[in-house]
C-alpha cells in the first residue's frame, strides 16, 4: 500500500504538492509557503509545498479515521505518580528552584487498523467535533510527521517584523472555575515569554496588549494574553526561535529550571506536543506557529504497526492542589479522546459533555496575504 499523499492543513488553506522538507530554520527566511512541525525537544521539521488555496473544511467521511476504543487509552503517568509529581513542584518550589512547571502525561492507544490511520481523517473530525482556532493536520508518512490539531494557542504570528504570542495560563470548565491562583500563574508566564520575544526584538519594542483576557473554547474557558514585539535588525525565523522555544507557556518559569524539573519527573517524550505546529509563508514574511496542545500524533513500528499519542498537562504553582491539577489534565483530554475514539465511545468519556461555546475563526486577514 503506498503512503498518502502528503500535506498540510491549517483552518482552510490547504498545501499540497511536496517539493522539499528540510530541518533548518533558516529555509523559513528564503522562499515559498513551509509548513512546520517543531517537537517539544527541538527536533525541526520544515515542509515546502508547491500550491496553497483556501478550501472548505473537509467532510467526515464515514470509516476513514479508524481510532481505538476508549479502554485501550493508557498513560505515561497514573493518577498516583502525577499527584506525586504535583507535590514535588511544589516542594521545589518552596526551596526557590521554580516559581512553576507544567507537568505533563502522554496518553497512548494501539490503532486497530493501522492503515486507515490517516491523520487528515482525524482532523475533520476534530474540525466538526472540536473546533480550534489553530486547527492544524501535517501528513508527511515519509518523514515521520503525521499530526492532528485542535490547538487554542498561538505561539508566534509574524507580520513582517511585527511578532506576536498568546500564552494561555488557566482552564476551567467556565470563567467561573478560574481561580487567583491561575491569573498568577497566567501573569508568571507573560513575563517570561516578555522576556523569551525581548532576546529576538528591539529594545524597547516588547508590549502585552491584553493580559489574562478570558477565551471561551467548546466545553473550557481560558486565561489569554497577548505579548508583542518588533523583531531587531538581522534577525529571523532561526533567530526568532532560538529566542522563544520551547513555549513559555508549556514549560515554565525560570524556563531553564522548568526544563530540568519536566526531564526529570515525566516518564515519555513529548513529541510533537508542547511543540510549535503551523505555516510560514516566506514570500510574503508572514507565519503563523500554534502551541502543539490538544494534538494527536502517530507513531509507527516499522512492522505495520501503529499508535495515536495525545498529550495533556497542567501548570503547576505553590498554590496547585494535586487532585485538583490531575483532573484538570482529565478534562483538558476527555473531549478529544472521545472524538478521536469513535461516537460509539464518546458519552462513555464525556458524560454530558457537548459544545457550549465556540471561538469564532479568526477573520483572513489575520493570517496576512495568503495565496
Known amino acids: ?7 498540510a492543513r491549517f483552518g482552510d488553506l490547504l498545501a499540497t504538492g511536496l517539493r522539499d522538507v528540510t530541518d533548518d530554520p533558516a529555509a523559513l527566511d528564503g522562499s ?12 525541526l521539521v520544515c515542509a515546502r509545498f508547491e500550491e496553497v488555496r483556501r478550501v472548505p473544511a473537509p467532510p467526515v467521511r464515514p470509516g476513514a479515521w479508524h481510532g481505538p ?63 480550534a482556532p489553530y486547527a492544524s493536520v501535517i501528513r508527511l508518512p515519509e518523514h515521520g510527521v503525521e499530526i492532528a490539531s485542535a ?10 517584523r511585527t511578532v506576536e504570542s498568546g500564552p494561555i495560563k488557566g482552564t476551567g470548565r467556565t470563567a467561573d472555575d478560574l481561580l487567583e491562583k491561575d491569573h498568577a500563574e497566567n501573569v508568571m508566564i507573560v513575563d517570561l515569554v516578555r522576556n523569551d520575544l525581548g532576546r529576538a526584538c528591539a529594545t524597547g519594542s516588547v508590549t502585552v496588549p491584553a493580559l489574562c ?29 532560538a529566542a522563544s522555544f520551547p513555549p513559555g507557556s508549556v514549560t515554565g518559569a525560570p524556563k531553564s529550571s522548568a526544563l530540568r524539573l519536566i526531564a526529570a519527573l515525566e516518564t515519555a517524550p513529548r513529541g510533537p506536543y508542547c511543540g510549535g505546529i503551523g505555516w510560514v509563508d516566506a514570500d510574503r514574511g508572514t507565519g503563523r506557529l500554534a ?14 504497526g501503529a499508535v495515536v499519542r495525545f498529550g495533556t498537562g497542567a501548570g503547576i504553582t505553590w498554590g496547585s492542589d494535586p487532585e485538583r491539577e490531575w483532573r484538570e489534565t482529565e478534562l483538558k483530554a476527555a473531549r478529544l479522546l472521545a472524538i478521536a475514539s469513535g461516537p460509539d465511545d464518546e458519552d462513555a468519556l464525556v458524560p454530558g459533555a457537548r459544545p457550549d461555546t465556540t471561538r469564532p475563526r ?10
Open 1 to 7: 500500500m503506498h503512503p498518502p499523499t502528503p500535506l
Open 32 to 43: 515559498g509557503f513551509w509548513a512546520v512541525a517543531a517537537g517539544f525537544d527541538g527536533a
Open 69 to 131: 476504543r476508549a479502554q485501550a487509552w493508557t498513560s505515561s503517568l497514573d493518577r498516583a505518580a502525577y499527584t506525586a509529581g504535583v507535590r514535588e513542584i511544589r516542594a521545589r518550589i518552596a526551596r526557590g528552584e521554580v516559581y512553576q512547571a507544567n507537568l505533563c502525561r502522554v496518553l497512548s492507544a494501539p490503532l486497530p487498523d493501522p492503515d486507515a490511520a490517516d491523520p487528515d481523517a482525524l482532523g475533520a473530525l476534530l474540525a466538526r467535533g472540536n473546533p
Open 151 to 160: 490547538s487554542p494557542e498561538l505561539f508566534l504570528r509574524r507580520a513582517g
Open 213 to 241: 483576557a478570558v477565551e471561551h473554547h467548546p466545553g473550557l474557558a481560558h486565561l489569554v494574553s497577548t505579548v508583542r514585539g518588533e523583531l531587531a535588525p538581522g534577525v529571523g525565523w532561526p533567530g526568532l526561535l
Open 291 to 304: 502551541v502543539g496542545i490538544r494534538t494527536f500524533w502517530i507513531d509507527r513500528d516499522g512492522r505495520g
Open 362 to 371: 479568526e477573520p483572513a486577514e489575520s493570517e496576512g496575504s495568503l495565496r
